[in-house]
């Protein structure tokens, strides 16, 4: 019978049976049967102390001594502190030797001489603690081997039967937890939908099986991290009233080769007498990375061995007997193919970053807990994360609660999810860091720069914000802007744009102060991006045509781009570099005639920012209006 540690629950009762046999595998550990009989055999050997000393008669020791002469002592085993032995006179009431024991004065070489003398059989003997010593020299060691040999066993792990043997890190949904239900969960209405499905499968197979079609083996939820994916494993949990069984991917795996493919064998023979169930397997890239891949071309055998164990399970059980498997992963494109073939994995569940309306709605969720001032537009706030994840709004309603307890507030104010708003985005305020009065002059007209070339030009984006507080690690000021709508595509016009918005600033310092200084150096790199982005990726070359060049291995879901692999000529890569030139000189002159045609504007937006350190958008208009500019 295998050892299986797990918690029970899930919207039903423990079976009784379940049960009996955790307590028949308790009685049976052979841990506990060791020390049972090592009570047994000390309890025992105490009574049979007891018992042989109450056979024996005290006498004094004057008497025994007379025995001695009298030659009445037929032997005697003698110690520094009794004397026992058996006389030759014999007991009245059980006619046999009469045993005694009798505590001697001092043992000397006289009492030995007269012993021998008399005829006596003695033995001499160190006198000692029987039970210290039978604890100091067998239980002592044995405890100690005992106790590393148990740590062992749950260092290396479990091999299924025998020593190793330390249970499955199985955890059926247990029914204390919080409840979580679908209504927990704000946005992700289509993932929402499609997993409702397979709650309904479990609940009621019949009615798919009517139409002769069978309930999904596997749901595989895909996602950048924080959208919820867990989140929504413990609504189908909640709502489904089967048991819920959950495991990470990285528990399968342990230094010994074979414990993940046991581990996995466990799982589904569990899943199997609890059907209907469902099997969670969260972090699935843990074992599921395709085979093969890597440096050690072969990969890695334990992880290996796990993953053809899941592929055959799950190729192997019979759909209609109610088990379903459900995984979530953030790296879909590294996992086996042969785990993502119809028939283990049917189903994908896109869990994507939130719109707007949904990230609304998550902000309702989370803002309900909080004490809420009459000033807060969660509108605004939803507008002010664009692709914002649901844990970074959670994040945000948590650092504004913060921030009001740091001012000593009863109530959470706008101004506090503002400053939570800059601190995620930005970093936190470098207070301590004070700029010189140079300095300062400098990055406002820098700031300005952004703001009036971002108020300008067609597409921008109105300015939210804008900041000359040092922020993070090299951020000295920023320029926010709010969008007027969720956007998906951008435009080349759009783009170009976005170039001179991030070129204002260096061009606001060299129309100013005739040279330019270290703060534009984000700007630039994010900016020949862009250029270097629309020539080979998005083919908005006129010169180079709509061709991309370059394959770049970008992972999808989480937004991250790997290395470029090269496959154009160097001819190819120098008009590529001439392109990308042209297209950022062309912003730069054009952000360069903005703010020289509108000195005026970018002299007052500097003025008021160098006083005020933080400025609104709001204030942004009142200042080029009362400057003769109309926007």
């Not at 049979?48 to 004094?60: H, K, N, V, W």
Request: aromatic residues 6%.
């Amino acid at each position: 019978m295998k050892k299986t540690d797990f918690t029970l629950g899930s919207g039903k009762k423990p079976d009784i049976e379940i049960n009996k046999t955790t307590h028949e595998k308790f009685w049976q550990n052979p841990n506990f049967t060791f020390w049972l009989y090592l009570i047994f055999i000390l309890i025992s050997f105490q009574f049979y102390q007891g018992y042989q000393q109450a056979r024996q008669q005290e006498i004094p020791y004057s008497e025994f001594l007379a025995h001695v002469q009298n030659q009445e002592v037929a032997e005697a085993v003698v110690t520094d502190k009794v004397i026992t032995g058996t006389l030759t006179l014999k007991d009245k009431k059980t006619d046999k030797p009469r045993r005694f024991i009798t505590v001697p004065m001092m043992w000397n070489n006289d009492l030995a001489m007269t012993l021998e003398k008399q005829g006596v059989k003695y033995t001499v003997r160190q006198n000692a603690n029987w039970l210290g010593k039978f604890l100091v020299n067998w239980v002592l060691p044995f405890g100690l081997l005992f106790l590393l040999w148990g740590w062992m066993a749950k260092r290396m792990g479990s091999m299924g039967q025998g020593v190793l043997n330390i249970g499955n890190k199985i955890h059926i949904h247990p029914d204390n937890l919080p409840k979580v239900t679908f209504e927990d969960v704000a946005g992700a209405d289509e993932a929402k939908q499609e997993l409702k499905e397979s709650v309904d499968f479990l609940k009621d197979p019949t009615q798919i099986q009517a139409l002769g079609g069978r309930m999904p083996k596997g749901v595989l939820m895909v996602g950048p991290p924080g959208t919820g994916k867990t989140l929504l494993a413990r609504a189908v949990a909640g709502e489904s009233e089967v048991p819920f069984f959950s495991i990470s991917g990285s528990e399968f795996i342990e230094m010994f080769v074979g414990v993940g493919a046991a581990r996995v064998r466990e799982l589904f023979e569990q899943a199997r007498q609890k059907a209907p169930c469902i099997i969670f397997i969260d972090e699935l890239d843990a074992i599921g990375r395709a085979r093969g891949a890597g440096p050690a071309m072969g990969g890695h055998d334990e992880r290996e061995q796990t993953l053809n164990q899941i592929l055959t399970e799950m190729d192997g059980f019979d759909p209609s007997t109610g088990v379903v498997v459900m995984a979530a992963t953030n790296r879909p494109e590294i996992l086996d193919k042969a785990l993502m073939r119809a028939g283990r994995f049917d189903r994908q569940v896109l869990v994507d970053k939130p719109d707007l309306r949904d990230r609304q709605a998550i902000l309702r969720l989370h803002a309900a807990k909080l004490e809420m001032g009459k000033d807060i537009d969660l509108a605004v706030i939803a507008q002010r994360t664009p692709g914002f994840v649901g844990a970074d709004l959670e994040n945000i309603c948590n650092e504004a609660a913060i921030q009001a307890l740091r001012r000593k507030g009863k109530a959470v104010t706008m101004k506090d999810f503002e400053a939570a708003i800059d601190r995620i985005i930005a970093g936190p305020e470098k207070k301590h860091r004070a700029l010189n009065l140079e300095e300062k002059h400098r990055v406002a007209f820098h700031e300005s720069g952004h703001t009036l070339v971002a108020e300008t030009v067609p597409t921008g984006e109105p300015v939210h914000k804008v900041s000359i507080i040092p922020r993070g690690i090299a951020a000295l000021g920023y320029t926010m802007q709010l969008p007027v709508d969720e956007k998906f595509l951008s435009t080349e016009a759009e783009l170009k744009d976005q170039i001179a918005i991030l070129l204002g600033g260096r061009v606001a310092e060299e129309i100013v102060f005739g040279d330019i200084s270290s703060g534009a150096s984000n700007d630039l790199e994010r900016a020949s991006e862009i250029a270097r982005s629309m020539i080979t990726r998005l083919g908005m070359s006129r010169k180079l045509g709509p061709i991309t060049y370059g394959r770049r291995q970008e992972l999808q879901y989480l937004g991250i781009q790997g290395q470029e692999e090269r496959n154009y000529s160097e001819a190819t890569a120098r008009m590529i570099d001439e392109e990308t030139r042209q297209i950022v000189q062309e912003q730069h002159q054009i952000a360069t005639s903005i703010l020289s045609g509108k000195r005026k504007v970018l002299d007052a937006l500097a003025e008021r920012l160098e006083q005020k350190e933080v400025i609104s958008g709001d204030e942004v208009q009142e200042v080029m209006a009362a400057a003769g500019e109309n926007t």
